[in-house]
């Protein structure tokens, strides 16, 4: 062995023998600026002839103090070990576990309920074109609903027969897309973000909706009432019932708006609803125009559509007083459901 390499060795035997901390020995002898590494570097100035056999040298000095290296620290650690006491009886420390948010838990919830009554989930852009989210839904170019202080436009380039892109404000979007994918008869449950310039108690400007549409032969209102009684007492429980007000959407005709009796006072009225009743959504008749953008023969088919938002319905459920709480991230709040 190359008397340099001895020598290096020996020194490094000793410092593992000595050593109180391998970890720290072993930066003496291979960090930086250890003692082996400058060695290393040493083979630039050695005769071209004899550097192969110089490079085995380091080699196999550098395998027998990583060995010794390896033993040392096995020791020092038992011997930590016999020193310290570790108790093998305390417990262990728990993971935190987390759960389904709640907006998650109730679109969960919302899709069982439809499930069994034959609707089937699809999923459509929350990123759409004007013509899905409004024309096709009978909604003139002027409609306040499509002015940029109500809607989020998306910069893009116009379609000449789509028109531009648009935050998907409701999930009526997904309406004609269904008729244009299937056939009637359709049950199609629709939940998805929906996007609107408003934030207050009861808004925000990222909210989830669910959408229902039922297109056959003979549809009537009678049993667009029964799907929501249906949904009701499954959703919030055997005492609660819907009404029908009427209203004006430019996509359903006639159209309602649905009403759920209040789950504090039970109907009678307090200071939450003052009437005993509370809105969940809008509802309708599909307007016949609606049906024809979708390539549906109004004077064969019609049927029934309704779009909730889903915050608004959990928040009826629990008795929230601000949906705004759903989006603060706070684990004080999300961590009670
Ligand atoms: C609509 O969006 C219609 N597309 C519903 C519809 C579908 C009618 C099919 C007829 C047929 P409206 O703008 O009223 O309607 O919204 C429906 C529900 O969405 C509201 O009752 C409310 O529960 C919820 N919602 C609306 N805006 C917000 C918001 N900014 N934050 C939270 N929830 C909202």
Redesign the pocket.
Known sequence: MDPKIKEVLDKSISLVESSQDPDKTYLEIFGKSGIFTALTAEIKNIEPANRAAFGRGLNSAKSQIEELLKKKKLSTFNSQLSTEFIDITAPGKKQKVGHLHLVSQAIKEIVAIFTKIGFSLQSYPEVDWDWYAFDSLNMPKNHPARDDFETFFVKSEKNPRYGQQVLT????NGQVREMERVKPPIRMLNIAR?Y?R?IDI????M?H?F?GLYIDKNVSIPQLKGTFDFFTTNFFGPKRTTRLRPHH?R??EP?FEVDVTCGVCQGRGCRLCKSGWL??????MVHPNVLKAGGIDPNKYCGF?????I???IAMKTELPD?RLFYQNDLRFLEQF
């Open positions: 404000p409701h999930t009526s929906c609107r408003q009861s808004h925000t400007p909210f909706q959408e959407f996509f359903t159209s809105e969940l959504g809008g509802a309708g559509a309704f779009g909730w938002g915050e608004r319905t949906i």
